[in-house]
Structures are given as C-alpha cells and as structure tokens.
C-alpha cells in the first residue's frame, strides 16, 4: 500500500483533533498532532470555552458544519461520559425589532434544512422556568443544538485517531518550520524534528505566531470574553438536574443583552459580550508553563461584567434573590477574524503548509471533516469560499486593518446586521478614479472589498417625476440601504444610456506562449479563439462544481484580460500557473480603471468620442478592441452585465478621470446617467446573469445552474470534465429558478426559504424589484420537477408565506435582441 503523507498538525485543541481522526477515518495514518500544552487540556480557547452549540447561521456553510460538529459528537463518549447533551437552545427576544429578527433567523435554519420554530412567552417559560416572562416577547427555539465539552470531545476524537496510527504529543513546544523550496519539511520543536509533507496550524490564538515562522499572514485578533459563574441558585436545585447530565433546559441566548446563559445542577453559567473589547497581541501570550491558570485565561475583571450582571437579574428572577452573586469568573481568550469566517486552505507562498484557525467550538468538528476532505480528495463537497485563507486583499491583511475589524466584529458578534449594511472604519480604504466626479454627483456608497462603491447618486432624484408610479414602496427592513432613486436609475439606462463604475471588479491579465493552453485546460468553454474574442468560462473543481466564473478576452496572441469574481480567482490561477515561466498572473485590478456604458444610445454616446467602428459589422457582441476614446487610450469589450447595448471601457488608472470627462461632456446630448450598483443588481437579475458566491458556488454544476452553454466537452479534456460525463440539464436533479412574486411591498433579500405545495424545497439566492418587469424578482435552487415556469411556490420571509410563481429565465429580452442590437 502506498504511504499516506505525513501530517503534522500544530495544535491539540478541538480542531486539531477532529481533523487527525477525520484523516484517520479517510486512511492517512501518518498523523502527528504537537501541543506545547499537556494533552488534552492544553491551555488554548478549547480548554475553558462553555461548549454552548448554536446551529443557525446566515451562513450555509458555516451551519453545515455546526450541524456536523452537533451529529458527530453525539456518536461520541469518553470513559462512559457524554459528548453531546442534546438540551436545544432558546434566543430570546426583549422587543420587537429582535422579534421580527428571530423570524429571519428561523427563515435561515429552515433554508439549510435545521428544524426550528419561533415560539410565544408561555411556551418559552415552559422550556426554561427560570425566565421573567414579563421581560420577553418570544423566542427562537433550535431543538437541535446542545452542550459539548469541549476537552472531552477532543481526547475522544484523539482516542479513536490513535487507535488507527496517530500520534500525539504534548509539551511539545513548535520553535520553527523548516522549508526547503518553497515546501514544508519538517516541524521543529524543543523536543526535536518531525519530518512533515503537509503541516497544519490549528494553533488557534496562537495562529499568527506559528504563520510567521513560514511567513504566512494569519489574520485573526485574540480578544478576551468574559463568562462567570454563579453561587448556588436553589432554583436551580430544585429542578433535580441529574450531575452526570449537567443540564437539562435549553441554552440561552440574549442577543439584546449580548450575554448568554448555560446550566449546571445548582448553578448557571453567564456569558457576556457587552463590555469593553479585549484585544490581545498574540506575541503576549503566555507559554503554559508561565501561566498562572492557562495562556488562554486571564484574571476576571468584575468592573467590566458589572453591566452584564445588571441584565442577567433583570432576566432571571433567581438572580436577584439574596446570595446570588458571581462565585468565579475568567476573561478567556479567543480568535476573531475581519469577517467572522475561520481561516482554512493551504499558503499560496509555502507548499503544504495549512491552516485551520480561528474556529469556534461551534464549527470545530465540521471544519475537521472539510479540512480532511480538502487534504486527501483535493476539495470538499462543502462550499469553502468564504472559509479560505486566501480570500483576502492585501490591505485586509494589514495588522491595523486585522485588529479594528475583528474588534468590531467582536462588538457586532449578537447584532441585528443587514445583508447590505457596510462597515464603517476604516473608510474610505480604496477609490477609483472616478471618486471625485461621484462624489459631485451625490453618490450614497457602500463598501465593498475595500472598495467604495455608488449605489446611486442623488443628483439622479430629479428622475423621479418621471418614474415613480413605476417605483413601488418596498417593506422596512429592504428598504434598508436602499432608495427609489435606484429604480429611477434601472429604467433611465433601459431607456437611454448608464454609466457605470465597475472598477472594483477583479481584473487579471494572463501572458506568456503557453497562456491559451493553460487557460482553456482550466475552464470550460474553448479560449484558444482568435484575437478579439471574448468567452465566457468557468472555473470547476474536480468535483464538477463551480469555482468562479469569467469572461475571458483575447487581447493578443499571448495576451488574455480576465474578468474574475475575487482574490480566490487569482490565487487559483497563479498557484496553478506552470513553473517554467510560460505563463505570468498578473492582478492589474488596481492599477487600471473601468466604465459600464449601458443602454439602447450607448453607441451613439461611444461613436461621438471616437473613430472606431462601432457597427454590429465591426465590433460583434463578445467582441473585444482596443480604441481611443478622445485622448484616452481603451481597451472596449462589448459585454454588458444589465442586458443592453453597450460596452465595458478599461483604461489606466492616471487615465481614468480623463476618460469619465470625455465619456460625461458626450454623453449629456443623449440623456446620459451616472447609475449606481443597486441599479446594476436589479438590471442584471432581470436579464438572469448568476452571481458567483450568491447564485451558484462548487456545490453546484454548470447545468444546474442554468450555465451548460458555457461547457465545451468536445474541446478536449479540462479541470472538472470527468465529473460532467454524464450529466445535462436533463439529467440535473435541481435547478436555479426564475420567481416572480406577485406583492409589489414583498422584495425579498435572499437566503429565505422557499416552500412548494406547503413544504421547504429550496432557498432564495438573489432578489431585487425588476422595474422594467414591474415586479419584485427572485432566484432560487428548487427541484427541477418544481423549477417549471408556472409553478406556485411561497418564500418565507420573517415568518410570513409569500407567494410567488415560477417563470421562464430570463425574464427580460430573452431573444437577447437589445444586447445585440
């Protein structure tokens, strides 16, 4: 048999051994797992975290692994003792605004397939008595969620890893990595080597101090959390709680009061988030020898619970009874990241050196599994994209940017968060050239990847008059970041002309004689066509699914421009790039500037600053040239991601504003717009263009997704082909589905479930108000016997049915004769 590679994981935490047993599982024997701590208590955030396991998450991927984490601890016991108390968990609402947040919430569980309800005072006083009923207007209820000790769960995965040929060894203190080409060797500790193909940092807070010794960035922020426990609560006695239990009434979540609750046969334990943020230089902790408790566990600070305490006996009545009072308490270390994802994936700088961090009790088991399905088949069936370490732009790696963001997300971790709602400092991080003009015009913006990004523009309300009996109102909560001038901007681009600013858009540039080979070996659709030509392509994993899309234009023999959906486009493409220097990944992103010209006068806008020939004859739909624009030098695609004539006009950076002024002064006499991003989301859901990340991820194939036009099986062989041998739009099980929603208030903002003949069948991805099909619009994954055009469905949203009817897709133009016009 042939030898498995030998893992060394750096940590003995929970994650470190969920991911060894997970190896073990799949066959990989040579697995060493290294703590400086003794086993398995060993001084990290595993070591005193309350084990509280809540399930539901905004987040499909994160969910699954909690539910994972949930599933395989209950197969566990260590010496007789459990390692899952199934006791479900409550989230209480003290107002209205949580109320109604708690239904979005159930819509969230029900769309990744959790079982959950909201539920009245009496019901939740009836699960947990210790509750003031009078404090509370309702609750959530997972019945699913539970109690894990954490060390327990941890020494039983580790029990059962050593069983099949794992090692692990504790007060082993890691003090280098030795490399060797661009590749792990070995992992150097005060004990000695071990010889490594493949080192994992599962170091948790430790994270960054283990990454430099490769050079590594590890991006998370160590804060302190403040749990107490209580004196003994006869309350608490009196319920009879079994001591081998520990618990028998759900965990207790106070969003509001960003504070928690966990039971113990005479006393509770009580959470908090709602002091002042600790953050901690990971170079400051401690090694377990020095610490006086553990490295993760610092002294309780009662002055900052104070608040907390405060909030807990307004809750709970026998909190307030005499005697009742703080036995003990810690401030107890634990990693946050700028985004509050973990941090998996392999270093695109270090072969085989990989991290799995910033993972909470929570996801630990679930992150185990993916990381081993990652390790041994090449990826997991899981959607990794918001997990992966290389997901980030370089100024997220910033060390100012890691610790205000992960202290902001701390502060945020139980807020009521809106699927728009940007973040507020640092700002502004990163503009195009266009800012200033924007700026000028009243651009509300919101930020993404650090760019900043117009919504709309104010000086565009004046549109208004002529628009607004099209311009419904739409409900509270999506009318959020949002505002009618949007929809006066939608319609005025189908009607004239947009100009859009879609410079945050990954740009790439390919080069080199081996560039057209390698770019169609990794995508679907045949690249190799003459200069000129644009594709539309994507990106698979082995698996079949969809790791991004593109639009690939041929700008010269051994020149591509590509068209990319992030920094994990990059990262897969310049890691895969052949080492012999026949091929060369660039990202120009910044360093180059682009204008969406949008809309039935777009050429007439485009032909009066240049001489190019822009007729159907001369320059095709898909078709790319290079031009000038007044004294503007332009690259000009003839793509348009809104569904009308148009183009996409790169240029340099420096050149960028000159080339706003010339397009702006030419386009006045064709009634000319600047239109912002919401515009554009509503435009391009109409037309039926997927979002990568949103629409479709590497759990879905292209034929799924309604993409099979973009998959060339005859073109020879390619990243992902051997998995679509076989399947078709005919063969696929599930589909993505166009829904109309017939309530005109009832714009939906995705991730909501959606129910066929009274029962969930599927979940919303991308919704809008399509203003030119004068109705609220969706997308949705559905059975394919569902995903025919005049089936009724409802969408639950906050906890209300609201009916919608499949159509065909697209909904606007679909004889694509305005894009081709």
């Known amino acids: 048999m042939a030898r498995t590679p030998r893992v060394v994981v750096i940590g003995a935490g929970i994650v470190g051994c969920s991911l060894a047993d997970e190896l073990v599982l799949r066959g990989w024997s040579g697995v060493t797992v290294v703590d400086q701590g003794s086993l398995f208590r060993t001084g990290g955030s595993t ?14 991927t994160m969910t699954e692994f909690a539910r994972y984490t949930i599933e395989k601890a209950a197969t566990l016991e260590l010496d007789g003792k459990w390692c899952l108390n199934p006791v479900g968990s409550l989230e209480l609402a003290l107002n209205d605004d949580r109320l109604r947040e708690l239904h979005r919430r159930q ?75 661009g590749r792990v060797r070995a992992v150097i500790t005060d004990r000695g080597e071990i010889e490594a193909d493949v080192i994992v940092c599962a170091a948790g807070i430790w994270g960054p101090r283990i990454g430099a010794m490769v050079g590594q960035t590890v991006p998370l922020q160590p804060l302190a959390h403040q749990l107490s426990w209580t004196t003994v609560l006869p309350e608490v006695v009196a319920m009879g709680i079994p001591t081998e239990r520990e618990a028998i009434h759900p965990n207790i979540r106070v969003q509001d009061r960003d504070m928690y609750f966990r ?50 006996t ?10 009742a009072r703080i036995a003990r308490g810690i401030n107890g270390i634990f990693s946050f990241t700028s985004d509050g994802f973990p941090l998996m994936g392999e270093s695109r700088d270090v072969r085989g050196f990989w991290l799995a961090e910033a993972v909470w ?32 732009e370089a100024h997220q790696l910033a060390p100012a940017y890691v610790h205000d963001r992960g202290v902001q997300n701390y502060i945020e971790v139980y807020d009521i968060v809106h699927p728009l709602q940007p973040m507020e400092d640092p700002r502004p991080l990163r503009t195009s050239p266009f800012y200033e003009r924007e700026q000028e015009l009243g651009a509300y913006f919101l930020e993404g990847g650090g760019w900043e990004r117009p919504h709309w523009y104010g000086v565009n309300e004046g549109l208004l008059g002529r628009y607004r009996d099209r311009i419904p109102a739409r409900n509270a909560w999506a009318a959020r970041y949002w505002h009618p001038i949007a929809g006066a901007e939608a319609l005025a681009t189908r009607e004239a002309v947009g100009l859009y600013d879609v410079t945050p858009l990954k740009r790439l540039e390919v080069t080199g004689h081996g560039a057209a080979s390698f770019l169609d070996h990794l995508t679907t659709n045949r690249v190799d066509r003459p200069v000129g030509t644009v594709v539309y ?100 695609l003839r793509l348009s991601y809104v569904g009308e004539l148009g183009w996409e006009l790169y240029t340099t950076a420096d050149m960028g504003l000159k080339l706003w002024d010339t397009l702006w002064r030419a386009g006045q006499a064709h009634g000319m717009i600047a239109a912002g991003r919401s515009a554009f989301g509503s435009l391009r859901l109409e037309k039926g263009y997927r979002a990568w990340g949103t629409d479709m991820t590497t759990e879905h194939d292209p034929f799924e997704a309604g993409l099979g036009f973009a998959v060339r099986m005859d073109k020879g062989d390619f990243v992902g082909r051997d998995a679509l041998v076989g399947r078709s739009e005919a063969t696929a099980e599930r589909r993505l589905a166009a829904l109309v929603i017939g309530d005109h208030d009832a714009v939906v903002m995705g991730k909501e479930p959606v129910h066929v003949d009274g029962k969930r069948a599927g979940y919303v991805t991308s919704a809008a108000f399509g203003f030119s099909v004068g109705a609220p619009i969706a997308y949705a994954w559905l059975p394919a016997a569902a995903a025919v ?9 906050f906890g209300e049915a609201v009916p919608a009817t499949v159509a065909d897709d697209p909904l606007f133009d679909p004889a694509m004769t305005r894009l081709r016009s």
């Open 47 to 60: 070591s005193h975290a309350p084990g509280i396991i809540f399930q539901t998450n905004a987040s499909k």
């Open 107 to 181: 819509g969230y569980a029900e769309a990744w397939g959790l079982d959950a309800r909201v539920i009245d005072p009496d019901e939740t006083m009836r699960l947990w008595p210790l509750v003031d009923r009078d404090a509370i207007v309702g609750a959530y209820h997972c019945p699913s969620d539970g109690l894990t000790d954490s060390v327990r769960v941890s020494e039983g995965q580790a029990r059962r890893a050593t069983e099949g040929g794992a090692r692990f060894l504790g007060e082993h203190t890691v003090t280098g990595i030795r490399t060797d080409d």
């Open 263 to 312: 039971e113990y046969p005479d006393h509770l334990a009580v959470g908090g988030y709602g002091h002042v943020p600790m953050p901690i230089d990971p170079a400051d902790l401690l090694h377990p020898s020095e610490a006086p408790v553990m490295p993760s566990v610092l002294e309780f600070t009662p002055e900052t619970f104070a608040e907390t305490w405060a909030w807990a």
């Open 314 to 323: 307004e809750l709970v009545p026998a909190l307030r009874q005499p005697g």
């Open 361 to 392: 009790v929570t996801h630990a088991l679930g992150v185990g599994r993916a990381m081993a399905e990652w390790l041994v088949d090449g990826s997991s069936p899981s959607d990794l994209h918001e997990c992966d370490v290389n997901r980030f």
């Open 537 to 636: 392509s994507l990106l698979l994993d082995e698996r079949g699914g969809i790791r991004s899309d593109l639009t690939i234009a041929r700008l010269g023999t051994d020149r591509f421009q590509i068209g990319a959906n992030g920094q994990l486009d990059f990262d897969l493409l310049a890691r895969q790039a052949p080492v012999d220097g026949s091929v060369s990944v660039r990202d120009i992103t910044s360093g180059t500037c682009c204008i969406g010209l949008w809309g039935p006068r777009a050429r007439d806008v485009l032909a009066s600053v240049t001489d190019a020939d822009l007729s159907n004859e001369a320059f095709g739909y898909f078709r790319a040239r290079e031009l000038w624009i007044g004294n503007v030098p332009v690259t000009a």
């Open 789 to 797: 055009a005049g089936q009724r469905v409802t969408i639950q949203y």
